[in-house]
């Protein structure tokens, strides 16, 4: 097995049951729920290097979660094989949970009733880090994230964002080497995303963490490596960045700035992404920026400003979401 | 001390104390209903001009409702309701993802849940012991003692299955419900075992519910004589192996299915 490589999937596959009520009318019928075999996780294989942070994206039913509780050995996989550095998640769940750090959105580690720091000292106990340690990571930690005023009131006064990064903590006090974070962002403000995704940078730099998270926000993915996109329980992309932006093509986004909109036909050069009062946004293949005509539109006096760029990545995924609908 | 589980303990206790008076004002509302039930034995009693029923006098039977309830109070495990709801709000996993033991985690939660009640239990039992007069041996509270830890390591396992259970219903409320309802007959904290017609109290003798109430709370206040003390022991032993087996194979079975809420 390759050196570089700390987490392997190959071929997993994960059904459940779910019971969903009867469309049929009638009285009795809507009482009654049928068993339906939902597949989670379909053959899904991938590899994660040692020392990336991996965005692993998708719809919401998408079977990220679930992929994900598989890696951590919460779920048992129906098929396939999962490897973590060198040790089995199901097998050696204990073993594995030493060295890696969760942060589960809905289910955090905190405990309502008490201020955080009683859970940090309860990991501190958990893991057994030494005293010394505990202390010199904590603080740091807690200057990072601006915890100060907050890690010593009680978890139920705090915001979204403060218990999520009270949670970021928690689970990165024993130094993993592996961390899940299951949308890590959701509820937490501006200041305190940037806090969070310069630790998650920073960890990985002086410490060699590898982080795989999973969300929505585009924005997350920014500081992403690497990017698996799955849909249905199957992967649909796994790749860089770079590479998820040229997935359509290298199509490129026009806007135009005019004074009067409504004279230039726009459907000739492209498809409309956007329009509103004196902007429109429109995506071009690339051998339209050397079609004369659409230079010519573009110099003509109605258009005072135009400006080319590549598509922005949650214009790429939406499109990318929507291409799976249509599959369906 | 770095012991894990120690360190859930203390933790647990910590957040249950947020808890705490809402735990005390419902321990009273339930301790309500048994005093009533003194009064009910106490006019059958004087009403009939009993001196004595199924062995019990009257001083016996109070002192068996206030000391049972006490009894049966601290004896619930409450791991059914821990497991379910870890299974049904997909907590399981917040545990899962830790070095420990998920099982003991239970354990030791059902646990710091009972350490709080251990208090108000204690002096309830010696404020009875004193105030009717009974006098009990070293013999037998130390039999107490071995009794209650026997019939709380029998209903932890029990309960513990009816919570993995939750595993196939999502919920294990209804089951949760039944099994208290039961366990309160059969184990004597409605009336003492030997009050049944003789056909159903010798099928009660045999079974372990009679740990969680009858047998602890008779042999302190001197209904069982001390010859039988292994007897009861060894039953109980004897239940709580047989019950860990089951148990231990259920778990087994049942691990491997958890799916919490949401994919």
């Known amino acids: ?328 | 001390m770095n012991n894990p589980y120690i360190a859930f303990f203390k933790i647990s206790i910590k957040d249950n104390i947020a808890y705490f008076k809402d735990y005390l004002i419902s321990t009273i509302g339930r301790l309500l209903t048994y005093i009533l039930m003194i009064f009910v034995w106490n006019i059958i009693y004087l009403g009939g001009h009993l001196s004595e029923i199924g062995g019990f006098s009257l001083m016996q039977i109070d002192a068996y409702f206030v000391i049972g309830s006490a009894v049966f109070l601290i004896i619930d495990s409450m791991n059914d309701r821990i497991l379910s709801d870890d299974i049904k709000t997909g907590n399981i996993a917040k545990s899962l993802i830790k070095p420990v033991n998920y099982v003991y985690m239970v354990f030791v939660e059902s646990l710091a849940d009972n350490v709080l009640v251990l208090p108000p239990v204690i002096i309830t039992i010696m404020f009875v012991l004193y105030y009717l007069g009974i006098s009990t041996s070293m013999l037998s509270i130390v039999t107490f003692m071995i009794i209650m830890l026997i019939g709380y390591a029998i209903i932890n396992v029990i309960q513990f299955i009816i919570g993995s259970l939750a595993i196939y219903t999502t919920s294990a409320f209804g089951m949760s419900i039944l099994f208290m309802n039961v366990a309160s007959i059969f184990s004597g904290a409605v009336m003492p075992l030997t009050f049944f017609p003789s056909y159903i109290s010798n099928i009660t003798l045999l079974l372990p519910f009679q740990m969680f109430t009858y047998v602890p709370t008779s042999i302190l206040i001197g209904i069982i004589p001390s010859s039988a003390y292994l007897y009861y022991i060894l039953l109980g032993l004897l239940w709580l192996f047989a019950l860990s087996i089951l148990g231990y194979f259920l778990w087994n079975h049942v691990k491997k299915k958890i799916s919490s809420v949401g994919g």
């Open chain 1, 1 to 328: 097995m390759n050196n570089d490589i700390v987490i392997k999937v190959d071929r997993v596959m994960k059904k459940y049951k779910v019971s969903e009520s009867n469309s049929k009318k009638g009285l009795f019928n809507s009482f009654k729920r049928k068993k339906v075999i939902k597949v989670a996780v379909r053959n899904i294989s991938l590899n994660i290097k040692k020392g990336s942070i991996v965005a692993l994206l998708g719809k919401n039913g998408s079977g990220k979660s679930t992929l994900i509780k598989m890696m951590t050995g919460i779920l048992y996989p129906d098929k396939g094989r999962i490897i973590v550095d060198e040790l089995s998640p199901y097998n050696d769940r204990k073993k594995l949970a030493l060295k890696m750090g969760v942060v589960l959105g809905a289910h955090g580690q905190l405990y309502w009733n008490l201020p955080a720091i009683d859970t940090f000292n309860f990991m501190k106990s958990m893991y057994k880090i030494p005293e010394k340690e505990f202390e010199k990571r904590l603080k740091l930690y807690i200057k990072m994230l601006s915890l100060k005023d907050v890690y010593k009131k009680p978890v139920r006064t705090l915001s979204l964002g403060e218990q999520m990064k009270c949670n970021f903590v928690a689970s990165m006090l024993h130094n993993p080497k592996i961390v899940f974070l299951d949308e890590p962002t959701i509820g937490v403000d501006l200041p305190s995303k940037f806090a969070l995704k310069e630790a998650i940078s920073i960890a990985r730099e002086k410490l060699g963490t590898t982080f795989l998270l999973t969300t929505h926000i585009v924005e997350d993915i920014e500081i992403a490596d690497h990017v698996i996109v799955i849909n249905k329980g199957r992967k649909e992309f796994d790749g860089t960045k770079k590479e998820l932006e040229r997935i359509f093509g290298d199509n490129r986004v026009v806007e135009i700035y005019s004074t009067n909109l409504r004279q230039i036909n726009f459907k000739r050069y492209g498809r409309i992404m956007q329009k509103t009062g004196d902007m429109a946004k429109i995506e071009v293949k690339p051998s339209m920026l050397k079609n004369k005509e659409f230079l010519k539109m573009l110099n003509s006096r109605h258009v005072f400003d135009y400006r080319v760029s590549e598509p922005h990545l949650s214009y790429v995924l939406s499109k990318l979401y929507k291409s799976f609908d249509k599959k369906k």
